[in-house]
């Protein structure tokens, strides 16, 4: 018989060289109502910054972090201090490192065929470095994954038009593609086009989203977003796009929260 530990959708982070954004991402992600026996995998894209390797591998104290809050949020956000003491993860969290830089495209192949080599749950789920949650969104997420059946799932979609939807009851959108954020996919599509993505040149590093987007419904699977969103993008600037300058008027940020977004007091949670 599957352990419970192997049927639970697992959790994977895609990161690199933010510690900043993924401690807030982690604190968020520990005060959530989140099973814990949920696998949850920390994967690092080789990080090269001295913070970023001191964060994510060792237990060390890293002193008087400023954190990254995006004025635009800082008002939803609970608590929002922006100057913290940093403590290393290593003993905490499993970080799987990346033997290269591979960005987001590769990275986050790589990271969805090490998900499903470790567990045997119809699902798995990819986030980014750079969300916030409400309190039960991994719930919701599951509940909607078992009525629908979608290829992928997205947490959040904002730039579009599914960011101004105005119906609070919780059901799903179908949409052409969804960020990356925060994504559920399904296995039976992933050992499908795993193997068709993993054909793009090493030199691709970014578009992944829409890259499994597009394989998916060429395939026949569905694209759903869930309405309204369950998670907040805080991040104010792109490592796929390092000189673009964005804002919430420009389409970062979902409008389309109607929960509180949770923020834990500190990571003890996981020890």
Not at 38 to 61: C, G, N, P
Not at 101 to 116: M, N, T
Not at 199 to 216: E, P, R
Not at 233 to 250: E, T, W
Request: include cysteine; hydrophobic fraction near 40%; proline fraction near 4%.
């Amino acid at each position: 018989m599957m352990s419970s530990l192997q049927n639970k959708i697992p959790i994977g982070i895609l990161t690199r060289n933010r510690p900043m954004n993924l401690y807030l991402t982690l604190r968020s992600l520990m005060a959530t109502k989140l099973p814990v026996d949920v696998k949850i995998t920390i994967y690092d894209d080789a990080s090269d910054l001295q913070i970023a390797r001191e964060f994510l591998y060792s237990s060390q104290k890293i002193p008087n972090i400023h954190l990254s809050v995006p004025d635009v949020l800082a008002h939803n956000m609970p608590d929002p201090i922006r100057t913290v003491d940093l403590y290393g993860i290593k003993d905490y969290f499993k970080v799987v490192s990346m033997r290269s830089h591979q960005g987001v495209f590769h990275a986050s192949l790589e990271a969805l065929r090490d998900l499903l080599r470790g567990s045997y749950a119809k699902y798995v789920c990819l986030l980014q470095d750079d969300i916030l949650f409400i309190k039960d969104w991994y719930i919701r997420m599951t509940n909607l994954a078992k009525t629908f059946n979608p290829g992928i799932l997205g947490g959040i979609s904002f730039g579009c038009a599914t960011s101004e939807c105005n119906n609070k009851k919780y059901s799903i959108v179908k949409v052409q593609w969804t960020q990356a954020q925060c994504l559920f996919i399904a296995r039976d599509l992933l050992e499908i086009i795993l193997p068709e993505l993993q054909k793009f040149d090493s030199a691709k590093k970014n578009h992944f989203d829409l890259s499994i987007c597009d394989t998916a419904r060429m395939h026949g699977y569905n694209v759903l977003v869930t309405q309204p969103h369950v998670c907040q993008h805080i991040g104010d600037s792109s490592l796929v796009q390092p000189n673009k300058c964005f804002s919430r008027k420009g389409g970062r940020y979902s409008k389309n929260i109607y929960e509180p977004l949770v923020l834990a007091k500190n990571l003890s949670w996981f020890s």
